[in-house]
């Protein structure tokens, strides 16, 4: 889309922004010169509106300007060392909420996409839609056998308008990138990139029932989550068809209340999935709001969630997986020092940042907290605390754990509004402790490397050769080791003394492999 075909666009988003006054969102000496003209089209706002909290004013203009930019906000809600409280806790409440298209289209978009006429495929099917999003809408229907099941069909054309929605974003984020002083760090593109991803799997109904299908198998049995069955048959890029449950939803407390929910036990267990979902399954539900998750009322005194909405997950790579997990077993244990060390080697700062600064810096942030009880305390309060800190000593912003963050914020929210004086940190340390014991236990690297087998007696024949090739390499001479660091060559100048004892103990290593092998091989 060109530069042109954009105008429109952009003045429709420069009216919607002059009308809620968000020129106001920036102190005004910081204000960038364009932001007057913001002011003058914002001049004919309406008192009412006018009146509302800036925080409550970004919300509705977000919300109309449509789902690229209310992904946008609550994406940005996780960035709290960025914004003002009061705007961040408003983007926490954001909900993608839009009137319904009409159930015409819905039924031919469904039609077309499931090769067969409606009555075909569902005995019946409801007109009025229960719900409807900037992205899809759903309906209640029932299969031929009696099932009942709710059936969620994308809007027509939503893919162009989300095209072209990013494609200002990423006009957006090159601006940001030249002329913000820390843009290497804010890493304005990657967000975008974050951004654009969540949204096309979203548009990608099937794979969003690959969602659900996972995490139902995750939680089998669960007492604690149940996650409706997805209905394949029914099912294609564009039309997602799910059974169909019943619940309370869970910021209801009225309704929890009347049905004698044990919101307590609730609360504990909405932390302990979280931890569970994170670092047991590293596959998580990453839209964590109130809307997408309700409460079974079959079971008051053993309660259960059940989850809605499986467009947006989130699974971490193994290494980030595992400082994430690192960073939040030292916190719990208040080791400041690891903290610091975890941050740098995880390279999420540079290797030159000061370790004794940065754990003088975590120190001061963390340790006011610990004088209140902790069941004050909130771990995401003092995570946002952290990144502000982190944010000051040069710290990368990581595209891959945005939804980790969001989610942590999340689950949080809900546990705090279920049960206000939840100690936060005494349910969720003993889950991660134990989980991490299994995962990185004796019996977890036993089960590692027994995998590992195959491949390693695939190569045994190999090995002799290399090390043979590695050893005359060495002793003539030919291997060269490249060092960046003076301080380094010198030190690998000096290893030479010592090169035969090294290529001596890479012989009992190789070999040492091979047996251990052909030891598993043959248990």
């Not at 960035?79 to 926490?92: C, G, Y």
């Not at 349910?427 to 690297?445: F, H, N, S, Y």
């Not at 195959?454 to 050893?471: G, I, S, Y």
Request: net charge positive; charged share 25%.
């Amino acid at each position: 889309m060109t530069p042109l075909h954009q105008l429109p666009r952009l003045l429709r988003i420069a009216r919607v922004l002059a009308r809620h006054r968000i020129d106001e969102l920036l102190p005004a000496a910081r204000r960038p010169r364009p932001f007057a003209l913001l002011r003058v089209l914002g001049a004919g706002t309406p008192a009412a509106l006018r009146a509302l909290p800036r925080g409550e004013r970004l919300v509705l203009a977000l919300t109309e300007l449509g789902p690229i930019f209310v992904k946008f906000g609550q994406i940005l809600s996780t960035r709290r060392d960025l914004l003002p409280d009061d705007v961040a806790q408003a983007l926490t409440q954001l909900q993608d909420r839009v009137a319904p298209f009409p159930s015409a289209l819905a039924r031919s978009q469904i039609e077309t996409a499931l090769g067969a006429p409606i009555a075909q495929r569902y005995a019946r099917f409801d007109d009025a839609p229960l719900a409807s999003a900037s992205i899809a809408q759903v309906h209640a229907a029932a299969l031929a056998d009696g099932r009942e099941v709710v059936v969620k069909v994308l809007r027509p054309d939503i893919d162009a308008r989300i095209d072209a929605d990013i494609a200002l974003l990423r006009a957006g984020a090159a601006v940001v990138e030249r002329l913000h002083p820390n843009a290497d760090k804010i890493r304005p593109r990657e967000v975008v990139d974050e951004i654009a991803t969540t949204l096309r799997n979203e548009l990608d109904l099937q794979r969003e029932g690959a969602n659900a299908s996972l995490l139902r198998r995750n939680f089998a049995d669960s007492p604690d989550l149940y996650v409706p069955e997805v209905i394949w048959s029914h099912t294609s890029e564009r039309v997602l068809t799910l059974e169909r449950v019943h619940g309370i939803p869970v910021d209801d407390l009225a309704a929890l209340d009347a049905a004698g929910i044990d919101r307590v036990a609730l609360a504990e267990k909405g932390v302990r999935l979280f931890y569970t979902q994170v670092f047991r399954d590293n596959f998580f539900h990453a839209d964590a709001h109130a809307g997408n998750i309700w409460v079974d009322p079959a079971r008051p005194r053993d309660p259960r969630f059940i989850a809605l909405d499986f467009g947006i997950v989130g699974s971490l790579p193994e290494k980030d997986q595992y400082w994430l997990a690192e960073n939040f077993l030292a916190l719990f244990r208040r080791d400041y020092a690891r903290i610091a060390e975890l941050h740098v080697r995880a390279g999420w700062m540079p290797t030159e940042a000061r370790l004794d600064e940065l754990e003088a810096a975590v120190r001061t942030v963390c340790e006011p907290y610990f004088t209140r009880p902790l069941s004050e305390i909130s771990l995401a309060e003092v995570v946002i605390k952290l990144f502000q800190v982190a944010r000051a000593h040069q710290l990368t912003l990581q595209p891959q754990l945005i939804l980790m963050q969001k989610t942590l914020l999340n689950i949080e929210g809900v546990g705090r509004l279920l049960h206000p004086k939840i100690d936060i940190w005494a349910t969720a340390q003993p889950v991660l402790e134990g989980i991490w014991r299994k995962r990185r236990g004796p019996r977890a690297m036993l089960k590692a490397l027994r995998r590992r087998v195959p491949e390693w007696l695939a190569a045994a024949p190999e090995m002799p050769q290399l090390v043979h090739a590695w050893l005359t390499q060495a002793t003539q001479g030919g291997m060269e080791l490249r060092l960046a660091s003076d301080d380094l060559k010198q030190l690998a100048a000096r290893s030479r003394q010592n090169q035969r004892l090294l290529i001596a103990l890479c012989v009992i290593v190789a070999l040492s492999a091979i047996s251990i092998c052909w030891v598993l091989a043959l248990r």
